[in-house]
């Protein structure tokens, strides 16, 4: 029976990829930063929800450590922990944005590095990072998640050649809009206030932005993709997930010139 860690499991993509699992068949811990340690093992078509936060190094050991007494393997890894913040470039705090790294990279980073010992060990295992549609081209009022975002799939990038190997199978899963908590968690940077020059343009971004997520994709639609990566020998670089439309778009990104491409997103977002 296979193992699964995913992060970022209390809400949204992580919990309907973590439920489905679990109905599957395999023994799923999730993790949140609100759990209570130390948890409970997972039990059959149930996932146990276990405390994690990736941005602390002593918390990923020990939920990591707590799985491995647990099973004494982990042979899926979905990395979803993350979340969204919006402002001008210009406003963003230099504490806002290492902040925004250190969940949605550097929390991947500190993931793996205690995961992946334990499945080169046994020259098998699926890491499945998510990035997102704008881990392909940057999106205005949104250029630190972007960035974030540019940087995991440059990181998946590497992740592959250095683990094909040992066996490890590493793949990015890149979703455009879905109803999730994401619209509800995402947060502004302090400066993006009424007083801001870029108030009325980042309101407008801020206004399309959740209007595509509240009509979305289902979560379920992601869940069915990672589902069908489990049993796969081989899986591609990286997997574009959402509604059909901005999957469309983003082929589009490689075939329009970079400027009209620019003003088509400056259009859609009213900025």
Same mark, same amino acid.
Request: net charge positive; charged share 25%.
């Given at each position: 029976?296979?193992?699964?860690?995913?992060?970022?499991?209390?809400?949204?993509?992580?919990?309907?990829?973590?439920?489905?699992?679990?109905?599957?068949?395999?023994?799923?811990?999730?993790?949140?930063?609100?759990?209570?340690?130390?948890?409970?093992?997972?039990?059959?078509?149930?996932?146990s929800?276990?405390?994690?936060?990736?941005?602390?190094?002593?918390?990923?050991?020990?939920?990591?450590?707590?799985?491995?007494?647990?099973?004494?393997?982990?042979?899926?890894?979905?990395?979803?922990?993350?979340?969204?913040?919006?402002?001008s470039?210009?406003?963003?705090?230099?504490?806002?944005?290492?902040?925004?790294?250190?969940?949605?990279?550097?929390?991947?980073?500190?993931?793996?590095?205690?995961?992946?010992?334990?499945?080169?060990?046994?020259?098998?295992?699926?890491?499945?990072? *998510? $990035?997102?549609?704008?881990? &392909?081209?940057?999106? #205005?009022?949104e250029?630190?998640?972007?960035? @974030?975002?540019?940087? =995991?799939?440059?990181?998946?990038?590497?992740?592959r050649?250095?683990?094909?190997?040992?066996?490890?199978?590493?793949?990015?899963?890149?979703?455009?809009?879905?109803?999730?908590?994401?619209?509800?968690?995402?947060?502004?940077?302090?400066?993006?206030?009424?007083?801001?020059?870029?108030?009325?343009?980042?309101?407008?971004?801020?206004?399309?932005a959740?209007?595509?997520?509240?009509?979305?994709a289902?979560?379920?639609?992601?869940?069915?993709?990672? *589902? $069908?990566?489990?049993?796969? &020998?081989?899986?591609? #670089?990286?997997?574009?997930?959402?509604?059909? @439309?901005?999957?469309? =778009?983003?082929?589009?990104?490689?075939?329009?010139?970079?400027?009209?491409?620019?003003?088509?997103?400056?259009?859609?977002?009213?900025?």
């Amino acid at each position: 029976m296979k193992v699964a860690l995913v992060t970022g499991s209390s809400s949204g993509f992580g919990r309907a990829c973590a439920q489905s699992m679990a109905e599957r068949g395999l023994r799923v811990y999730g993790t949140s930063r609100h759990a209570p340690p130390p948890g409970k093992p997972a039990e059959e078509r149930k996932p146990s929800l276990i405390s994690m936060d990736v941005r602390d190094e002593s918390s990923v050991r020990s939920a990591v450590e707590f799985v491995l007494e647990q099973e004494g393997r982990i042979d899926v890894l979905i990395n979803n922990a993350g979340f969204g913040i919006m402002g001008s470039i210009e406003e963003t705090s230099e504490p806002e944005a290492l902040g925004q790294f250190e969940t949605n990279f550097f929390g991947v980073h500190r993931v793996c590095r205690h995961v992946l010992p334990v499945m080169r060990r046994r020259r098998d295992g699926l890491v499945i990072n *998510i $990035g997102s549609i704008a881990g &392909r081209f940057s999106l #205005p009022f949104e250029g630190f998640y972007a960035a @974030s975002k540019h940087a =995991l799939a440059a990181l998946t990038e590497s992740m592959r050649m250095e683990l094909t190997p040992f066996g490890i199978r590493v793949t990015l899963v890149e979703p455009g809009d879905f109803r999730t908590e994401f619209t509800a968690h995402r947060e502004l940077a302090a400066a993006a206030n009424a007083d801001s020059p870029y108030a009325s343009r980042l309101r407008s971004a801020l206004d399309i932005a959740r209007q595509d997520e509240r009509q979305g994709a289902d979560p379920r639609l992601l869940a069915q993709l990672v *589902i $069908g990566l489990l049993d796969r &020998r081989r899986v591609d #670089p990286r997997y574009l997930v959402g509604p059909r @439309s901005q999957t469309l =778009l983003t082929r589009l990104r490689w075939i329009i010139p970079d400027g009209w491409f620019e003003r088509l997103l400056m259009s859609h977002y009213r900025v």
